[in-house]
């Protein structure tokens, strides 16, 4: 009897703790204290492919998408601010960028105009 109640306490534990690595794991990173409109929304949006810093996240690699490089400062000054709100509202897929999905019925256009705002943080450039 005491072997088997030993057993089940191990398997619990044993489940316990591979459910709280995985929540911790797969917990989306927070928006710093102070955060403008901009970077808040794109933590709630754009963070679970793009990463925090804009080069990608491991999610997104593991699901085999390659997310646009926002911190690329070359890539993103040939981008027209017009051109990151449509990719933003519409999807890639109009764009020929099919894997960005749009957030157009999510978000405002004063939301976006604040998002494509942020993205320019990112890389430090201008349009």
């Known amino acids: 009897m005491r072997r088997g109640a030993a057993s089940l ?6 489940i316990g703790l591979f459910a709280g690595g995985l929540a911790w794991l797969l917990n989306d990173p927070r928006p710093p204290a102070g955060a403008s ?3 808040r929304l794109y933590y ?16 997104a690699a593991l699901f085999l998408l390659r ?3 926002l911190a690329d400062r070359a890539r993103m000054s040939s981008h027209a601010d017009r051109y990151l709100a449509d990719i933003i509202k519409h999807g890639g897929s109009p764009l020929g960028r ?5 957030f157009g019925y999510h978000l405002s256009d004063d939301d976006i105009q604040a998002l494509v705002a942020y993205l320019r943080t990112l890389s430090n450039t201008s349009p």
């Open 67 to 69: 997310p646009g490089n």
């Open 9 to 14: 306490a191990v398997a619990i534990a044993g």
């Open 37 to 39: 409109r901009g970077e």
């Open 44 to 59: 709630a949006y754009c963070v679970e492919c793009h990463g925090p810093d804009g080069r990608g996240s491991w999610r």
């Open 98 to 102: 099919p894997g960005m999905p749009a």
